[in-house]
């Protein structure tokens, strides 16, 4: 079935550092990608997301590129800020499937001053 | 406009009991959803309503009832709750089916002792 796979946490960094999640997946077909970001105590929010191969998401100064030859959606930003710290959720959904978001395990970021 | 609001925001019951967790969005939105989140599990579908009318299971239906009551609220009952369901239950809608941004309520933080 389908599935995504992220990189596990904490991840650490320092305010301005270079971020890097890693996020595979597994799904037949073309599905669409997502990145949601929860800050602590509040729901899910989308990030950015890509529909097809070779697109590139983008908010906030996050970044993430639909690979299909190595099926990744890995996310960057080139310099994170303390407000940044929050869990990020790598999703799937195919665009033939009625329902399903599939979500990643969620990585947990802690930026310090 | 609030967006997807749920109601209580915390939540302590005895095995045995039973609830319901209420959800309402105010953005016209067909699609609604219950998902629940446990720590290193991401966010697992639990039942959605594609529209109006209509209620289907996801990946973890089992101890769970719903009801889309109009097409704004989707309640999520508890029949007799264990300690297995103790987790965080979130909300989402999204104007249509499938590979469409979803949004997500604050959430509820369910204990069941």
């Known amino acids: 079935g389908d599935s995504v796979t992220q990189m596990e946490g904490p991840v650490t960094l320092s305010e301005e550092a270079f971020l890097t999640i890693n996020c595979t997946y597994t799904?037949?077909?073309?599905?669409?990608l997502f990145w949601y970001v929860q800050y602590p105590g509040e729901g899910l929010q989308l990030l950015l997301k890509?529909?097809?191969?070779?697109d590139k998401g983008s908010n906030k100064g996050f970044e993430a590129t639909y690979r299909k030859e190595t099926t990744s959606f890995h996310l960057e930003k080139g310099s994170v800020q303390v407000s940044d710290s929050a869990v990020y959720f790598c999703a799937l959904t195919r665009m033939d499937s009625s329902y399903k978001l599939i979500f990643g395990s969620g990585t947990r970021l802690l930026v310090r001053p | 406009n609030a967006g997807v609001t749920q109601t209580p925001k915390f939540q302590v019951l005895k095995t045995g009991q039973s609830m319901t967790l209420q959800c309402a969005q105010d953005m016209n939105h067909n699609s609604m959803y219950w998902y629940r989140q446990d720590p290193g599990m991401g966010l697992r579908l639990i039942y959605y309503s594609a529209s109006e009318g209509t209620t289907d299971k996801g990946e973890v239906p089992n101890g769970y009832n719903v009801s889309r009551l109009n097409k704004r609220e989707f309640s999520l009952r508890l029949e007799s709750a264990a300690p297995s369901q103790t987790s965080v239950y979130f909300c989402a809608s999204s104007v249509r089916p499938g590979g469409n941004e979803q949004f997500f309520g604050p959430g509820t933080r369910l204990t069941v002792l």
């Open positions: 799904a037949t077909g073309y599905p669409s």
């Open positions: 890509a529909t097809k191969a070779d």
